[in-house]
């Protein structure tokens, strides 16, 4: 365990809560760095030191202040290093900026996210205002960590291509970076080779990396309205939700899965 390390011991309260914060170790426990401090199993702790009743803080970490505990936010989304093409459930559509202008971008849809992610280059651009400013550190299904020192609260209008009325996307945390593999659809190749998928209204786009994931706690988005399914149990589905059309499935006809989208 972190506490038990003469090293991490002997630094002082400001760079204990650094050191713990960059290994995403829990601040509760310093044992782990697969669980949050609210799902920490030792529930009963607290700081105590100076009659200090932080409950998320180890008393290693005391003078560590309560709004420099990070927030942990665990996703599923894939970070790649290579050029390999793996596809994701996507809906391309336009952020509506504080202007009034549009910037058409994709969104991922990640069920496996906690919070709705998206890049600082989109808060920026926006020109959205911030609500809130707090520590973040995501960690990604590969186990790679990421740590934003000064993530951004805030909301933005999203139109899904064809849609006739933005939907308003409350609580989206603004980060230095997502770093999600480019998305293509190739509407032409998917619909001749997928007939039950003919009149489904699809819009095509290549190497486009997403700038915004939604996570669970934009749910009731994505929530499938109707399906579309094929003939054969490895047929491609459509699935319509608020947000538009996606489509899942292996839709190359290669031997790997893939999941895109639009609506």
């Known amino acids: 365990p972190l506490y038990k390390c ?18 995403c170790i829990c601040t509760r426990c310093l044992c782990s760095d697969q669980h949050q401090p609210e799902d920490c199993s030792l529930k009963l702790l607290r700081c105590k030191v100076e009659g200090c009743h932080i409950k998320d803080m180890h008393p290693l970490l005391h003078g560590h202040s309560d709004d420099q505990i990070p927030t942990f936010i665990y996703t599923n989304a894939i970070r790649l290093s290579s050029n390999k093409i793996v596809n994701f459930p996507v809906v391309p559509g ?12 994709i969104v991922m849809i990640d069920t496996g996210c906690e919070a709705s992610l998206a890049t600082n280059q989109i808060f920026t651009q926006g020109k959205f205002s911030c609500t809130r400013e707090y520590e973040v550190v995501l960690k990604f299904a590969t186990h790679a960590s990421q740590v934003e020192g000064q993530a951004k609260s805030f909301s933005l209008g999203f139109l899904p291509l064809g849609g006739k009325k933005a939907i ?3 609580n989206i945390t603004a980060v230095s970076s997502l770093d999600l593999p480019a998305q293509s659809l190739d509407v032409k190749t998917l619909k001749s080779q997928h007939s039950h998928l003919r009149d489904v209204p699809l819009s095509s786009y290549a190497m486009m990396k997403p700038q915004i994931l939604l996570g669970m706690s934009h749910i009731g988005l994505f929530k499938p309205i109707s399906l ?26 290669t031997s790997s899965p893939s999941l895109v989208g639009s609506p």
């Open 94 to 105: 336009h952020v509506i900026s504080s202007d009034g202008s549009r910037i058409f971008i």
């Open 6 to 23: 003469p090293k991490f011991c002997s630094l002082n309260n400001a760079r204990r809560g650094e050191e713990a914060t960059r290994l």
């Open 168 to 170: 308003r996307l409350e």
């Open 228 to 253: 579309i399914i094929g003939s054969k149990p490895e047929d491609p589905v459509a699935m319509f939700t608020r947000l538009g059309w996606v489509v899942l499935g292996d839709w190359r006809n």
